[in-house]
């Protein structure tokens, strides 16, 4: 399987920018597709999770509320819709996935990251 990331771009804060994971190779079933993000000089932290097969959702505290995650099966596609964006969103966000049951896991395969940046 191989995870691409889209979507990024610069957005004022209060605006909505909506990323993509589109996964290739294979299907996605019995996976738990991740978004973590990392902002300048900081680790990368978990944001939200999927499981493709019940599609139940995970969010950090942080984006509750704000950001949304779901799935589109006949693309093989995960999508973050963040919302009500802060300056504290800014950040390289990453998609990865594996079966591991722990949703905030690092997970095993990860895609490219993609640029979010939130301006005051």
């Known amino acids: 399987v191989q995870l691409q990331a889209s979507g990024g771009g610069l957005v004022q804060a209060g605006g909505s920018l909506r990323l993509s994971c589109a996964a290739s190779g294979r299907t996605l079933s019995g996976y738990v597709i991740r978004w973590f993000r990392q902002a300048p000089g900081k680790e990368r932290v978990f944001v939200a999770a999927?499981?493709?097969?019940?599609?139940?959702?995970y969010y950090a505290d942080s984006v509750k509320g704000r950001f949304t995650i779901s799935r589109e099966l006949a693309k093989n596609t995960v999508y973050l819709q963040m919302n009500s964006l802060k300056p504290a969103d800014t950040a390289i966000y990453y998609c990865?996935?594996?079966?591991?049951?722990?949703?905030?896991?690092?997970?095993?395969?990860w895609g490219q990251g993609t640029l979010v940046t939130v301006s005051s």
């Open positions: 999927i499981t493709w097969n019940g599609g139940t959702t």
């Open positions: 990865g996935g594996d079966p591991s049951p722990v949703v905030s896991a690092t997970p095993a395969l």
